[in-house]
C-alpha cells in the first residue's frame, strides 16, 4: 500500500483563501486558524492520482484540495500545517524513527511555531496510519497521543480538537489504531475535563476513492472534509 513513499520531510504553511461556499452560515465561528496535524494524508500527496500505481511526485498532489485546508476555507480562516511525508506519532515509515511527530513538536522551533500559530480554534490531528501499518505500537503510541492532546487543549484551551482515524488503514490495524485513539481521548477527557473529539473518516464510493499508493483522490478529500463540517455542526 504504501511502496515509494515519499520520505523527504515536507513542511508547508500555507495561508488559505477565501471559500465561495455558504456552509460556514450554519457551523460555529469564533476567530482563529485551524491547526491541522499529520502525514502525507494530510498535505494532499497523490490526491490528483488516475489510479493507484502512479507515483507520489509532484504533479499528483494538492495541498488545496486536502481535507484540512477545505476544513479552512469552508470557514473562511487561514490554517497552519505540520505535516510531513511518512510520520508517524512514535514510528515513521521506512527505517528513520528520530523525526517522529513526537520528537518534532517538542523540539524549540516547533513550539514556537505552535505557540505562533494562536489564536486557533480548530485542531484536526491525523496521525497513525505508520504507525499501525502491519504494527501495534499501542503501548507506546496511546500514551503519546495522550500528551499531544493535552498539550494542544492546554495551548488552545477554547479551540475544538479532534482526534481523526482513517482512512488509508483496514483490518486489524485500522482496529487497532482506532481503539488507541479512542481510548487516548477518554483519558485525556477524564483527566483534564476536556471536550476532545473523535471522528473516523472514510474516503466514500471505493471507486473513486484512491489516488497514488492508494492515498485518498480528491473526491475522497471532498468526503472526508464534509464528514467533519457535519460533525461541528451537529455539535455546535
Known amino acids: 500500500m504504501l511502496k515509494h513513499f515519499l520520505l523527504g520531510a515536507l513542511l508547508l504553511v500555507v495561508p488559505a483563501c477565501a471559500s465561495k461556499s455558504s456552509q460556514t452560515d450554519t457551523l460555529p465561528a469564533p476567530p482563529g486558524k485551524v491547526l491541522i496535524i499529520g502525514d502525507s494524508i494530510a498535505l494532499g500527496l497523490g490526491a490528483m492520482g488516475p489510479d493507484t500505481s502512479c507515483p507520489l511526485t509532484p504533479e499528483f498532489n494538492t495541498l488545496r484540495h486536502s481535507f484540512g485546508v477545505q476544513v479552512a476555507d469552508e470557514l473562511r480562516v487561514g490554517y497552519e500545517m505540520f505535516a510531513w511525508p511518512g510520520i508517524g506519532l512514535v514510528r515513521n515509515y521506512g ?130 472534509t464534509q464528514m467533519i463540517l457535519e460533525d461541528m455542526k451537529a455539535r455546535k
Not at 522551533?109 to 494562536?118: F, S, Y
Not at 490531528?125 to 503519546?144: I, K, M, Y
Not at 488503514?169 to 473523535?198: C, F, M, S
Open 95 to 224: 527505517t528513520d524513527q528520530t523525526n517522529t511527530m513526537s520528537n518534532r513538536l517538542s523540539r524549540p522551533d516547533e513550539i514556537k511555531r505552535l505557540e505562533a500559530a494562536k489564536p486557533v480554534q480548530l485542531v484536526l490531528v491525523n496521525l497513525g496510519t505508520h504507525d499501525f501499518f502491519e504494527n501495534d505500537p499501542s503501548e507506546t503510541f496511546e500514551p503519546a497521543m495522550e500528551d499531544l492532546l493535552t498539550m494542544l487543549s492546554t495551548r488552545y484551551p477554547d479551540a475544538t480538537i479532534y482526534a481523526l482515524t482513517g482512512p488509508m488503514l483496514h483490518g486489524l490495524d485500522d482496529a487497532l489504531h482506532d481503539k488507541a485513539v479512542r481510548e487516548a481521548i477518554d483519558a485525556v477527557n477524564a483527566a483534564n475535563g476536556t471536550q476532545v473529539r473523535y471522528l473516523a473518516l472514510d474516503g466514500g464510493d471505493e471507486a473513486v476513492a484512491h489516488g497514488c499508493q492508494w492515498h485518498p483522490s480528491v473526491p475522497a478529500h471532498d468526503r472526508m
